[in-house]
């Protein structure tokens, strides 16, 4: 799903603290913290973008994925299949955006590195030194 437009769905990055190889490993710690998979959209895979948090279960989905994913399976989760209803998970959001990430192209020396918040504006003004 997140192949078709990622910036509509996760983020797909990499975290300051990370390698390539960390990066792959879902179950990484973040900054010895924050496990992976609590930031992490059960259905892209990517981490939460305007994540969602259904009462019941607790399972945590990006707004945009789970839109989708309801368009086919109205009220359920994709992961347990009970009914849910959703709710913004502001604080979760303020806790992801608020993780440090480094520039896609720090393995071609970009040194850009900055809170999630802030990613468009790698994008923007790439920093190579």
Do not use: Y
Request: charged content about 30%.
């Amino acid at each position: 799903m997140a192949a078709c437009n990622p910036n509509e769905f996760g983020f797909d990055v990499i975290f300051a603290w990370e390698d390539e190889k960390d990066a792959q490993n879902q179950n990484a710690q973040i900054g010895g913290a924050i496990n992976r998979d609590d930031i992490t959209c059960a259905i892209c895979l990517l981490v939460l973008r305007e994540p969602v948090q259904a009462v019941d279960c607790g399972h945590r989905f990006c707004t945009k994925c789970i839109g989708e994913f309801h368009l086919i399976n109205p009220g359920k989760c994709p992961k347990d299949w009970q009914d849910i209803q959703v709710f913004p998970d502001v604080g979760k959001k303020r806790e992801i955006l608020s993780l440090k990430i480094r520039c896609k192209n720090f393995t071609d020396g970009c040194k850009w590195q900055n809170e999630l918040r802030e990613e468009e504006a790698s994008k923007m003004f790439p920093n190579f030194n």
